[in-house]
């Protein structure tokens, strides 16, 4: 079992940033591919991005793919989400999320074996 405990989120102005935090208990974590997604108001939950269990591959969501980095830390248990350059398309809930296949991640309707419960990200032009 996983547990995943998100944080850093807020309110920010457009052009700002911020940095999430996915904090992650279990044995498993290591072995995991782990990812962030976030829904907002209206919208269905959509992928952002991914990283593998080593760290050493990482995908994005088009529009977040020059602004946005993820990160890994199996040693601290911990994912992190860089965002730069905010806009007001960005506001949502960011969920953390961890699966077993890093590949199908970014995948509509994809397997995750756990998510967190979100925190929220509010961008004001």
């Known amino acids: 079992q996983v547990q995943l405990v998100e944080s850093g989120g807020g309110l920010v102005q457009a052009g700002d940033s911020l940095r999430l935090s996915c904090a992650a208990s279990g044995r498993t974590f290591s072995s995991l591919a782990m990812g962030w997604f976030r829904q907002a108001p209206g919208k269905e939950r959509e992928f952002v991005a991914a990283i593998s269990w080593e760290g050493g591959s990482t995908s994005y969501k088009d529009s977040v793919k020059d602004r946005f980095t993820i990160s890994r830390d199996n040693a601290k248990n911990t994912v992190l989400l860089q965002m730069n350059s905010l806009k007001p398309e960005d506001t949502a809930v960011y969920y953390c999320?961890?699966?077993?296949?890093?590949?199908?991640?970014?995948?509509?309707?994809?397997?995750?074996?756990?998510w967190g419960k979100g925190t929220r990200v509010t961008v004001s032009s």
């Open positions: 999320a961890a699966a077993r296949n890093f590949a199908t991640m970014s995948v509509p309707g994809t397997a995750i074996s756990y």
